[in-house]
C-alpha cells in the first residue's frame, strides 16, 4: 500500500539532500521534475518530521504553531520565495489501525509552495536560513529523520 508513497518520496529525497548537503552533487537528478503544462502552477515541497523525544506533543505543536512561525517568517528570503506555507498537525490519540490503515509515523507535515524550484533552493541555500531556522527545528523535531517530497498539487475536490 506505501511502497508507492516510498518511491515517490526518493527522488525529491536527493533533491532536499543536496539542498542540505550540497557536496554530495545529487540535485541534477531532482532539477528535471516540474509540473506538466503550466508554467505559472506553483512547486510544492512537503517535509515529514517527528517530534524530539525530550519534548511532549502538546510542546512540539506549540512551539511549531508559534514562535518557530516567527522565526521562519522574519527571514527575508523565505518572505520573499515562499508564496505559502501550511503545517499537518497529527493527530495522535486516533487509532488509525481502526481503520485498517498503517501509521505514516510522523508528527506533523511542513508544506512549502513556491513559483519554482530555484526559488526553494535559493530559500534552502541562504546563509540566515541555514544559520536561525535550521538550528530553530533542531530544538523541537528531529531534523535528520525528516523526509521530503517535490512536486505540485492537482486539486480534484474542494467543498469549502
Keep these: 500500500m506505501y511502497s508507492s508513497l516510498i518511491s515517490v518520496i526518493s527522488l525529491p529525497c536527493l533533491f532536499v539532500t543536496a539542498l542540505i548537503y550540497p557536496s554530495l552533487n545529487v540535485y541534477a537528478a531532482a532539477s528535471a521534475i ?8 506553483l512547486v510544492q515541497m512537503t ?12 510542546e512540539f505543536n506549540s ?3 508559534g ?18 506555507y501550511s503545517q499537518f498537525h497529527s493527530n495522535v490519540t ?3 489501525t481502526q481503520l485498517d490503515l498503517t501509521p505514516a509515523g510522523y508528527d506533523g ?3 512549502l509552495w ?9 530559500v534552502f541555500n541562504d546563509e540566515e536560513y541555514q544559520t536561525v531556522v535550521v538550528p530553530n527545528g533542531k530544538t523541537f523535531f528531529k531534523y535528520d529523520e525528516m523526509v521530503a517530497m517535490y512536486g505540485w498539487e492537482e486539486l480534484k475536490w474542494d467543498k469549502e
Design 94 to 96: 486516533v487509532n488509525l
Design 63 to 65: 512551539y511549531w504553531s
Design 34 to 41: 516540474e509540473p506538466p503544462g503550466n508554467s505559472h502552477q
Design 67 to 84: 514562535p518557530h512561525v516567527k522565526i521562519f517568517a522574519s527571514v527575508p528570503i523565505v518572505r520573499q520565495n515562499i508564496v505559502k
Design 47 to 58: 517535509f515529514f518530521i517527528k517530534k524530539n523525544d525530550n519534548i511532549t506533543y502538546e
Design 109 to 111: 507535515g511542513v508544506n
Design 114 to 122: 513556491a513559483r519554482s524550484l530555484e526559488d526553494l533552493e535559493e
